[in-house]
């Protein structure tokens, strides 16, 4: 799902710690930083969130570890 940049999305990321990025899923190879089904990163990592102006962007496959 990829939803338009969000100031207040950002804000509450930090002030809940929202876990939602590759880096948090248990599908998630750190070593090879690769999704174990093969599914692109570069959106869902959490330095794609250094900007505020970036695109919002959840995997309907996230598992929380």
């Known amino acids: 799902m990829r939803l338009?940049?969000?100031?207040?999305?950002?804000?509450?990321r930090k002030r809940f710690d929202f876990r939602f990025a590759c880096e948090h899923?248990?599908?998630?190879?750190?070593?090879r930083e690769r999704c174990a089904h093969g599914?692109?990163?570069?959106d869902h990592r959490v330095a794609h969130y250094a900007s505020l102006d970036a695109v919002i962007v959840l995997c309907k496959d996230f598992q929380i570890e």
């Not at 599914?39 to 570069?42: C, I």
């Open 39 to 42: 599914f692109p990163t570069e």
């Open 4 to 12: 338009p940049p969000d100031p207040r999305f950002h804000e509450q």
């Open 25 to 31: 899923c248990a599908l998630f190879d750190p070593e």
